[in-house]
């Protein structure tokens, strides 16, 4: 009990948690725009999966992590403005997409990794390391869980209050909103449900994007198969948790970030716990919370349904 009391307590544990909690939100916050529009995108696993890979390359070639980051977002809104094509322009089945890309990200990263590096291994790259904040990292407790991260933690927090303002405060986010409550009426005023959604779809694909970079520049500083891990699907679900608000979403993905993190310290820790379990326990939690919450949510009107213009 002492060594679970340990971990529970401890700062790094928290710390952890903002880590890995950082791209499900930043995957999630994409989500909200795109499903307050409308759509539903379950291809955050492809973009991730893609933006992690993009940001590898553009720094292994430019010896730049910077230029890493751009070209992992490239790569992702190019992911997006596929889904958007077929979703938007073509009236395609979104789901169907989705899944689609997820599998055709994780083939295509997988042919490209080989054929691109020698041993089929992609190399330690240049990426982004943690820094602490003057003043604010030596306070107790929260200096270390909180402001000794890497810059990846307080762009999304920018985010976040960005993304809230801009859907929430603004007559474009009304608009976004919108036409995820009923496209057809919001046609009939003359706003542009098509533009206004492929808008979110594109900002859907950096933000997923830019959790995929996170993971590739600021956590492994390389690329490995499949090493989005599902991430994309637990943001799924923490956008109905959040009920699809930017800044619920902080919370929402912390939520898991903290079982994930936990999940990895009992497994190297002293205690005799199965670590299949623990593998397991971030996406129990997930079911779990989804289960709880899915009955009370009440998602855009026009989610998921597929709209031609009269």
């Known amino acids: 009990m002492s060594d679970l009391f340990d971990i529970v307590t401890s700062a790094t544990l928290y710390a952890a948690a903002i880590r890995l909690a950082l791209p499900i939100f930043l995957a999630a916050l994409g989500e909200t725009f795109a499903e307050r529009a409308g759509l539903v995108n379950v291809g955050l696993e492809g973009m ?45 089945d979104q789901i169907v997409c989705g899944i689609a890309l997820n599998i055709g990200a994780l083939g295509v990263t997988a042919f490209l990794v080989r054929a691109i590096w020698e041993g089929g291994n992609a190399p330690q790259v240049a990426g982004f390391s943690a820094f602490d904040l003057p003043l604010l990292a030596n306070a107790p407790f ?26 929430m405060k603004t007559g474009w986010g009304l608009r976004m909103r919108g036409c995820g409550e009923d496209p057809l009426a919001c046609e009939s005023l003359g706003i542009p449900v098509k533009r206004l959604r492929w808008q979110a779809m594109l900002i859907c694909g950096a933000c997923a994007g830019l959790g995929g970079v996170f993971l590739a520049l600021g956590q492994l500083l390389t690329f490995s198969d499949g090493m989005s891990g599902g991430r994309g699907f637990i943001a799924l679900a923490v956008v109905i948790i959040a009920r699809w608000s930017p800044m619920l979403a902080v919370p929402s993905a912390l939520l898991f970030g903290a079982v994930e993190a936990f999940a990895l310290r009992v497994q190297s820790s002293d205690l005799n716990v ?6 397991a ?25 597929t709209y031609v213009r009269q």
């Open 48 to 92: 991730m999966l893609m933006g992690a890979f993009g940001a590898v390359l553009g720094s292994d070639v430019t010896g730049s992590a910077l230029a890493g980051v751009a070209i992992g977002l490239l790569f992702a809104v190019l992911v997006a403005a596929i889904q958007g094509f077929v979703s938007i322009n073509f009236g395609g």
């Open 281 to 305: 326990l971030p996406y129990l939690a997930t079911i779990i919370v989804y289960a709880i919450v899915v009955g009370r949510s009440n998602p855009p009107a026009a989610l998921g349904r």
């Open 274 to 279: 199965p670590p299949e379990l623990m593998l």
């Open 142 to 167: 929260v200096g270390v869980a909180v402001f000794q991260q890497g810059i990846f933690v307080y762009v999304a927090l920018v985010l976040a209050l960005i993304s809230w303002w801009a859907l």
